[in-house]
Nanobody, 121 residues
Framework: QVQLVESGGGLVQAGGSLGLSCAASERTFNSDDMGWFRQAPGKEREFVAAIRSGGRTYYADSVKGRFTISRANAKNTVYLQMNSLKPDDTAVYYC???????????????WGQGTQVSVSS
């Protein structure tokens, strides 16, 4: 069973930056593609960014130009750099892995426990 562990969440002021990382316990054909989702209190989980095993990336319109998803040389690790953070970015951020990159959460088989990102005014 693939396990994902997120790290890097915290509390920052609006306009600040934060970096999240996600390490998978192993790489299989079911976990080659990885993504980030987030869920704020009282709201549905939403897509943030995804990266295919070959490196192609996808972003939600709300974060384009501010967030960057990337892979380390060890491709079972994914990173999310978040710049120009806004209070609306406050949420629990979840790392996910699956056989294909998708904006649909159900496409991902494996999920981390989540890490809290809080952005103050």
């Amino acid at each position: 069973q693939v396990q994902l562990v997120e790290s890097g969440g915290g509390l920052v002021q609006a306009g600040g930056s934060l970096g999240l990382s996600c390490a998978a316990s192993e790489r299989t054909f079911n976990s080659d593609d990885m993504g980030w989702f987030r869920q704020a209190p009282g709201k549905e989980r939403e897509f943030v960014a995804a990266i295919r095993s070959g490196g192609r990336t996808y972003y939600a319109d709300s974060v384009k130009g501010r967030f960057t998803i990337s892979r380390a040389n060890a491709k079972n690790t994914v990173y999310l750099q978040m710049n120009s953070l806004k209070p609306d970015d406050t949420a629990v951020y979840y790392c996910a892995a699956g056989p294909v990159s998708s904006i649909i959460s159900s496409a991902y088989q494996y999920w981390g426990q989540g890490t809290q990102v809080s952005v103050s005014s």
